[in-house]
């Protein structure tokens, strides 16, 4: 049962459009699953979108290179290779034949087919052997580490070799669930005390100050704590950029770009619930999501407005004192919770995003006071949508300067500032999603 909705899960997920985690939730609403199954199944999919290039490597060595195989032919090897290489806790004669179970509905012939190779992949994995570091780094990567070759060659040219290796190590991790206290509710060492009183294993986080990292936890929607709005979820990083903006009780906040609502409603925390803050996104359906946010965690002071930041004058920015930008973005910091992005970005999506995000900060510059700041932020580890977009900005508007990142976050460690004054941290670096955020200030 747990591998058929696996499988389902995963046809599903070559649609460009579909997210893992709305797929495998949807899949778990509409089955009756134990726990045990529902952790099955996410680590079955999880694992083997991330590991798909690895996994496929494996099985062309195993078969002709004629061989064409249907989505769900390949989705049924990849399963069983995942199983057989990466969950322990299956034991191999029990992981094939789960496996070729799921080939039934394709035949005899189908079934004998998957039984052989996954069998001779058991027999003989370790003695494959791939290029080697020293000889063909690009390859060695993205086999090993199942990334895309275009991407590996990329980080390897805009950072090096050492940061590419140790940043595709990191992001193939399962991070830690992340929350940020409601402290509008309870801080955050109560809410660890209440949390771990329920069995969950809880750290309290070094990088936001008030972040929690959820190392064992029930179903998250099942924990009290979450039904009562005392934590939003939300990844450490990510936590840091409100702090980035330091609200002020009487400032006049609008946060572009805003659903699901992660920033916006830890603005409303760090000013008390009071300052009203016009929350903006492109859809009716984005901004209920705000709203939603909003009510389970009993803030008041937000007013949702759906509008296109790249095309609409917002009338709220004439007046706005902080305005935030978290710009729609590739996503490549977030590899360890979306392991399908690799998968799914093209060079050219990056490119366009670049000349998205640069184009809404041209758009709100000009209808913004002088005085007023901007924080940009991306969770995109890609230069082109980070550095290049704001070197390309304050070319174009001289009259926004950069306002180093140190001044409004002085307990973060210092490689988390880069010398341009952007925070800038990675998986492999902080332990955190890969998060860009610089603050701008418009003079006169
Ligand atoms: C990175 S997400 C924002 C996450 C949010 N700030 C949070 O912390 O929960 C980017 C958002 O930008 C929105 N977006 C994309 N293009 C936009 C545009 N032209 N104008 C306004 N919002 C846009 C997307 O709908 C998406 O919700």
Redesign the pocket.
Known sequence: MVRKLALKCLVQLENRNSQISPVIDDVIRNNRLSEVDQRLLTEIVYGTIRWRGHLDWIIQQFTKPSFQFDLQMSSILRIGVYQLLYLDRVPNHAAINETVKLANQKGQKSKNFVNAILRAIQRSTDSLITPTLEVDPISHISLKLSYPKWLVKKWIGQFSLKWALEFCHASNQTAPLSVRANTLRIDRHELAMSLRKDGNEVVESHISPEGLLLTKTKPIRSLKEFQAGLFQVQDEA?QLVAHLLAPQEKSKIV??????????THLAQLVGNVTNIVA???SKN?TERIQENCQRLGITNIDTQV????TDQIEALAAADLILI????SGTGTLRRHPDIRWKRTAKQILNLAN?QFE?LLKVAIQIKSGAVIVYST?STEVEENQEVITRFLEACPRFSIEPARDYLPFLPTNAITSDGYLQVFPHTHGVDGTFAVRLRKID
């Open positions: 990510a946060d572009l770009c805003a659903s699901p609502g992660g920033k916006t903006v996104d492109l984005k509008a296109n930041a790249k978290d710009a729609p973005c998205l809404i969770c």
